[in-house]
Nanobody
Framework: QVRLEESGGGLVQPGGSLRLSCTASGTVFSNNAMNWYRQGPGEERELVASISRDGKTDYADSVKGRFTISRDNAKSTVYLQMNSLKPEDTAVYYC??????????????WGQGTQVTVSS
């Protein structure tokens, strides 16, 4: 059974920083791409950042230069360092692990989400 445990959310003032962590179990973490999504109040879910199994990263335009995704395969953990936070970054942040197989099948598994609130 694949499980994702997120932590690090909370309340922060504009301009502040937070680091989200997500630890996976029940999957071969090093084989998987890892993504962070977010969903703000009344908004659609948005892909924020992704990191491939070989460390290639990609970001939404809205967070480029402010957020950094990284992974530690030895700890089966992915991180999202968020700097220069803005009120519009307020959302529930979800960690997603993606299992891809040679036969073309792809499975994704979601964490429970962690709330990030940016407010003064």
């Amino acid at each position: 059974q694949v499980r994702l445990e997120e932590s690090g959310g909370g309340l922060v003032q504009p301009g502040g920083s937070l680091r989200l962590s997500c630890t996976a179990s029940g999957t071969v973490f090093s084989n998987n791409a890892m993504n962070w999504y977010r969903q703000g109040p009344g908004e659609e879910r948005e892909l924020v950042a992704s990191i491939s199994r070989d460390g290639k990263t990609d970001y939404a335009d809205s967070v480029k230069g402010r957020f950094t995704i990284s992974r530690d395969n030895a700890k089966s953990t992915v991180y999202l360092q968020m700097n220069s936070l803005k009120p519009e970054d307020t959302a529930v942040y979800y960690c997603v692990t993606v299992e891809s197989y040679l036969n073309g099948e792809v499975f994704d598994f979601w964490g429970q989400g962690t709330q990030v609130t940016v407010s003064s």
